[in-house]
């Protein structure tokens, strides 16, 4: 590993254990989707301090790589990105659900400084992304669109049409990341199974990969490898752990810790 | 002659680069925008919700889109993408039912009617609804909204049967009702292909001496209330539509007349909580559910005495 590298995973690492401190932070203040929030915070330190382009003066910049959570319901953890970011002060954060407060329940582009796209009913993020990837393509924007998909948010019928829409339309400024979590409000493959999860994308006309979602070095090297193939949709399968990093959350959906819980779970997420 | 939408889409193209198409099955409206523009024609298959993201997605990059679709199944399998996505996300994206309004399906089925369309769009916040009546009021209406921010859901049915009043005489503003006959006795409103059959009405009650005004009630929302109170100094107003008379254009003048006091009485005409569900023409059904002049007729002899 080069020093550069080094550097760079480690200072993502740090980032990823900030996002998840936020997130016990929340949860210390108000209910809050701790399991979805966690697993995903790898993969957000990864896309928010390493591949998106983005500009926190200029939100709306026309040349702006696109992020979509579509998994609506774990905006704690991309608030906290988009705080650390500079979209908006991290003090705002434990303002989770509080009176006017710029992080909502559900991510809300009404509400929120970076969030474009409204979301939290399951199954709607892809086919938004597919129309921005097109409206890039008209713009002949360098701009690219990533998608932030739970796993069991897969059993919406909706995301297999827009799958099939950005095969069909050669969509290769369009990345769809799931968050293999395992678990919904039981686990997956118990209530409605997804597998074979990476065959049924490749199916649908994507070039596939699974990775580690919690291995920086992997996520890195994959999104640095973005587009997998030229005129086809990226899909990473990225497997995780609901909950990932704090014990007291392992598999759970929500969570609303006391105090002692709080610093606790803090205590855990302490750096290295 | 209307002119195809189709066309009028390019002509909208050509002036505002905003402008393109997205397609649920409906390619053939796209043609002419495709020929010019490739990309911003766009065809998703049939797949509504799909249709309603990806348009979503495109005014996310500030695109105006037209979807299409056909009117029962644009507003009814992708609702939740059209109130979620477009209504609560802001977006200046226009549906359109492009085909299949009302019961102009008639005897093929009830799967194919579009009894729903009005109340359901009518409910999403910010939301216009636009039923245009005939060719003319189409274009205008689609100017309208390529011209008005916002999401629309105009139904183009019903825009290739051209009313009896020469063009020269039409006027259109959106959320302004178009005066069609002058009247005083009693007041015929009506929305989308309805207009036909109370224009026809209003002639046919000239001919027992009873003034009927004849209003297009092209924009269902925002309602034109001042056209309605106005129409509550008649002695009778009588609703026409193929949809349903809960929350269609019969409940929103009922809203606006109780809201306001007016005592006028009134007479909803459309499918009275039923489903049309027969063998037979678009015609015969309109018979059967009382969607004709003829019905109106009837309901204004009965109430007027």
Redesign the interface.
């Known amino acids: 590993m080069t020093a550069s590298r080094s550097e760079l995973l480690a200072h993502l690492e740090a980032r990823a254990r900030q996002i998840r401190r936020h997130v016990v932070r929340i949860a210390g203040m108000s209910d809050c989707h701790t399991g979805g929030s966690l697993s995903i915070a790898d993969m957000l330190a990864a896309l928010y301090f390493h591949v998106l382009r983005v500009d926190p003066a200029n939100p709306t910049w026309a040349d702006r790589d696109h992020f979509i959570l579509s998994k609506g319901h774990c905006v704690p953890a991309l608030a906290a990105a988009l705080a650390m970011r500079g979209f908006f002060s991290e003090d705002e954060l434990v303002r989770h659900l509080e009176l006017d407060s710029l992080v909502p329940g559900h991510a809300c582009a009404r509400v929120t400084p970076g969030i474009d796209v409204s979301t939290g009913s399951l199954g709607h993020g892809l086919s938004i992304g597919v129309g921005v990837a097109l409206g890039v393509r008209i713009d002949r924007a360098p701009s690219r669109v990533f998608v932030l998909l739970g796993d069991g948010e897969l059993q919406e019928g909706s995301n297999w049409e827009a799958a099939m829409a950005a095969a069909h339309h050669k969509l290769d400024g369009l990345i769809a990341i799931v968050d293999r979590n395992m678990y919904q409000t039981g686990p997956t493959e118990q209530m409605m199974a997804l597998e074979p999860l990476a065959d049924k994308w490749a199916a649908f006309g994507w070039s596939v990969r699974a990775i580690d979602g919690h291995d920086i070095g992997q996520i890195v090297d994959t999104l640095d490898a973005l587009p997998f193939e030229a005129g086809k949709p990226s899909a990473i399968i990225a497997r995780t752990v609901k909950g990932h990093g704090v014990s007291l959350s392992t598999h759970h959906h929500m969570d609303r810790f006391s105090e002692e819980q709080m610093l606790a779970a803090l205590a855990e997420l302490a750096a290295p | 002659m209307a002119k195809p939408f189709g066309d009028i889409l390019l002509e909208l193209a050509r002036e505002d680069p905003r402008i ?1 198409g ?1 397609s649920c099955d409906c390619w053939g409206f796209l043609g002419p925008l495709h020929g010019e523009f490739p ?2 024609a ?1 065809e ?2 049939i ?1 509504e ?2 249709l ?12 105006t ?1 037209f979807a299409l679709g056909m009117n029962p199944f644009v507003t009814m399998r992708c609702f ?2 059209i109130r ?2 477009l209504g ?3 977006r200046n994206v226009k549906v359109i039912g492009a085909y299949g309004g009302g019961v102009m399906y008639g005897g093929w089925g009830c799967t194919h009617h579009a009894m729903e369309e009005i109340g359901l769009m009518r409910l999403i916040p910010t939301m216009t609804v636009v039923m245009p009546a005939d060719g003319f009021e189409c274009e205008q209406a689609v100017r309208a909204a390529a011209a008005t921010e916002g999401p629309f859901y105009i139904a183009l049915a019903g825009g290739e049967l051209p009313l009896s009043v020469p063009e020269e005489q039409r006027e259109f503003a959106l959320g302004r009702a178009a005066v069609l006959r002058g009247g005083q006795d009693v007041a015929l409103l009506a929305t989308g292909p309805a207009v036909r059959e109370a224009l026809r009405a209003g002639e046919l009650l000239a001919e027992r001496g009873v003034s009927a005004r004849v209003l297009s009630m092209h924009t269902v929302k925002p309602i034109d209330r001042e056209a309605v109170l106005s129409a509550a100094r008649t002695g009778l107003i009588v609703t026409l539509e193929e949809h349903t008379v809960i929350g269609g254009l019969g409940g929103a003048v009922a809203e606006t007349l109780a809201e306001a006091g007016a005592g006028t009485p009134l007479r909803r005409l459309g499918l009275q909580d039923v489903f049309a569900c027969m063998v037979g023409s678009y015609e015969d059904v309109k018979q059967r559910f009382g969607i004709t002049a003829q019905a109106l007729v009837d309901t204004v002899v009965a109430e007027l005495g």
């Open positions: 393109c997205v990309h911003r766009i998703v298959g797949a919700q799909n309603i993201g990806v348009a979503a997605g495109l005014a996310v990059r500030g695109k889109p939740e993408q979620t996505d609560y996300g802001c």
